[in-house]
Nanobody, 126 residues
Framework: QVQLVESGGGLVQAGGSLRLSCTAS????????MGWFRQAPGKEREFVAA????????TYADSVKGRFTISRDNAKNTAYLQMSSLKPEDTAVYYC???????????????????WGQGTQVTVSS
């Protein structure tokens, strides 16, 4: 059974940093585009960042550009989301996803992803 498991969430003060991890089982992440999404209470799930399967292309939501970095360690079969300069509005459940979107536009669409993790809570206090 394919599994994506996120970890690294928690409570952090505004301005702080966190690194989220997404580890895969029965799935080779280097063969997929990896995406990070988030969902705050009462809001729809929104795109955060994506990394193409080749690792040569990244795309970010405007709200996180310059503060968040997506990466992947193929040897560990793990994707990461490094989050810096965190703001209270970054508070949400963060999900990683794996799928086949090839364009920057498609990478931001939840339906383009085939596999999802269960999510990890990130809370940023002011």
């Amino acid at each position: 059974q394919v599994q994506l498991v996120e970890s690294g969430g928690g409570l952090v003060q505004a301005g702080g940093s966190l690194r989220l991890s997404c580890t895969a089982s029965r799935l080779t992440l280097s063969s997929y585009t990896m995406g990070w999404f988030r969902q705050a209470p009462g809001k729809e799930r929104e795109f955060v960042a994506a990394l193409s399967w080749s690792g040569r292309s990244t795309t970010y939501a405007d709200s996180v550009k310059g503060r968040f970095t997506i990466s992947r360690d193929n040897a560990k079969n793990t994707a990461y989301l490094q989050m810096s300069s965190l703001k209270p509005e970054d508070t949400a459940v963060y999900y990683c996803a794996a799928g086949g979107p090839a364009t920057a536009q498609a990478m931001g669409v939840t339906d383009e992803y085939d596999y999802w993790g269960q999510g990890t809570q990130v809370t940023v206090s002011s």
